[in-house]
């Protein structure tokens, strides 16, 4: 059974941290890109970074580079997210996703989905 289950999430003051965790079970880890996505309530899902397993690359959205940092435990098939300085408009529900495909951008090439993981940051 493919399985991806975030951890991590809970309330944090603007500023603080904290760190999300995607363990993932049921397929290839080694052969599969991981991203997080965020969704607030009444907005779209949107993508916040992306690994990939073939070569390790990165990719962070805009909005969280510098303050946001992704790695890859491939040992413990888990993707951390480490979120630093962080906003109230970081306050959304986190996702993690694999792709068989090198970080697309498109949510529809994501094949596995996790339950996601409550963020919520006061202000």
């Known amino acids: 059974e493919v399985q991806l289950v975030e951890s991590g999430g809970g309330l944090v003051q603007a500023g603080g941290s904290l760190r999300l965790s995607c363990v993932a079970s049921?397929?290839?880890?080694?052969?599969?890109?991981i991203g997080w996505f965020r969704q607030a309530p009444g907005k779209e899902r949107e993508g916040v970074s992306c690994?990939?397993?073939?070569?390790?690359?990165?990719y962070y959205a805009d909005s969280v580079k510098g303050r946001f940092t992704i790695s890859s435990d491939n040992a413990k098939n888990t993707v951390y997210l480490q979120m630093n300085s962080l906003k109230p408009e970081d306050t959304a529900v986190y996702y993690c996703?694999?792709?068989?495909?090198?970080?697309?951008?498109?949510?529809?090439?994501?094949?596995?989905w996790g339950q996601g993981t409550q963020v919520t940051v006061s202000s």
């Open positions: 690994i990939s397993s073939s070569d390790g690359s990165t």
């Open positions: 996703a694999a792709s068989l495909y090198s970080c697309p951008r498109e949510l529809y090439e994501y094949d596995y």
């Open positions: 049921g397929f290839t880890f080694d052969d599969y890109a």
